[in-house]
């Protein structure tokens, strides 16, 4: 039989199932609980695998939660691991929840800079010149 799996939710480390308090980070572990969905969702675009922080991201856009935006716009300024794909979906997640054009986003996020991932200007760069100024969202 497989042992369950847990994570908390604001390092993203491994902990024991038993732990209520995260051992690396001092989280409370009962305190996603009590978060809304939406919430939840924010706190997975930090998630260390890719696919479930671009998918939060896809779920956020489809609520149009405008805190989600902001929260998406925080997750591609502060992801360390940042590639063009992710980057790609965050842009066209935070240009269907404000109703904008992805270059306008994409515009938005380089001019706001400070990212924590080296390549995350370049990735701007290249969306912004890929996608010209005509792209509508989704």
């Not at 260390?48 to 939660?65: G, K, N, V």
């Not at 066209?92 to 800079?113: P, Q, T, Y």
């Amino acid at each position: 039989m497989s042992e369950t799996r847990i994570f908390c939710t604001e390092c993203w480390r491994e902990v024991r199932e038993e732990d209520t308090v995260c051992p690396s980070c001092g989280s409370s572990l009962s305190a996603f609980n009590n978060l809304t969905y939406d919430e939840k969702l924010m706190k997975a675009l930090m998630h260390f695998e890719p696919q479930t922080a671009m998918r939060a991201a896809e779920i956020l856009a489809t609520r149009r939660s405008r805190p989600g935006a902001d929260a998406i716009a925080n997750a591609f300024v502060n992801r360390v691991d940042l590639d063009p794909i992710m980057a790609r979906a965050f842009i066209k997640a935070i240009a269907h929840i404000l109703g904008e054009d992805d270059a306008d986003v994409a515009d938005g996020l380089n001019r706001r800079g400070n990212f924590r991932s080296a390549v995350a200007s370049r990735i701007v760069e290249v969306i912004l010149q890929s996608l010209g100024d005509h792209e509508k969202p989704w």
